[in-house]
């Protein structure tokens, strides 16, 4: 069974560009996670998709957003880049969210803004 | 060890030696913790979780012990091989309907051959 997938694998932007980011969850998973990871530091969360809607957000700005397709695939967007945002970019996916069910994570978009 | 927050600490051990990564979580509420390992150019993997009722919990050569009254979590790796070289970190949820857990920022275990 394939795991979570997202693309691209590598990304560089320049500043004020904007950029989308894409993840595929586990076949069957309703839940898609999104979390960002700066060099040297913890997930930080970004968005929680479940069924196709948003069911939480971290302490991000509004130029980060998002989207969950019916398939549950699952978009994320940034737009306005900041060099602070290079960092990798980080989706899991879950059964169903239910808060007790594990998250399982792709391999990640790095994201480079110069 | 590490705290849910900042700096990576980095641990060095031989081959075949135990490991032991600790990380102190900041909320008295959490119920439910996991450690995952990810590997360089790779998502975390869930390592092992244990639940607040719980103190210790064993898996394939990984034990976790849970202290709740000093708020410390940590990951005993035995004989540790090469391949277990990695940043692990944990991570921890809330009870009362917060299913976005809060992840540490990770220990490097550097395993030398």
């Known amino acids: 069974e394939a795991g979570v997938t997202q693309s691209p694998t590598h990304l560089i932007k320049t500043r004020g560009q904007q950029v989308t980011l894409r993840c595929s969850p586990i076949?069957?998973?309703?839940?898609v996670y999104w979390y960002q990871q700066a060099l040297g530091l913890g997930l930080q969360f970004l968005l929680w998709?479940?069924?196709?809607?948003?069911?939480n957000r971290g302490n991000f700005p509004p130029r980060f957003s998002g989207r969950q397709f019916p398939n549950y695939s699952s978009e994320l967007n940034v737009n306005a880049l900041e060099l602070e945002d290079s960092a990798l970019y980080l989706c899991?996916?879950?059964?169903?969210?239910?808060?007790?069910?594990?998250?399982?994570f792709g391999p990640g978009t790095r994201l480079t803004v110069t | 060890g590490e705290s849910v927050g900042l700096h990576l600490p980095t641990l060095s051990v031989q081959e075949g030696d135990n490991s032991i990564i600790n990380c102190a979580y900041s909320?008295?509420?959490?119920?439910?913790f996991i450690w995952y390992k990810q590997e360089s150019g790779k998502g975390p993997q869930f390592i092992i979780d244990i639940r607040s009722n719980m103190d210790k919990r064993q898996g394939q050569r990984v034990t976790v012990l849970l202290n709740k009254t000093v708020k410390h979590l940590s990951l005993q790796i035995a004989a540790t091989q090469p391949g277990d070289s990695a940043v692990y970190f944990c991570a921890e949820k809330g009870s009362g309907g917060s299913y976005i857990p809060t992840f540490g920022r990770g220990t490097s275990l550097i395993v030398h051959p």
């Open positions: 076949s069957g998973h309703t839940s």
């Open positions: 909320n008295s509420a959490s119920d439910y």
């Open positions: 998709y479940d069924e196709g809607e948003e069911r």
């Open positions: 899991a996916s879950s059964l169903d969210g239910q808060g007790n069910d594990e998250q399982y």
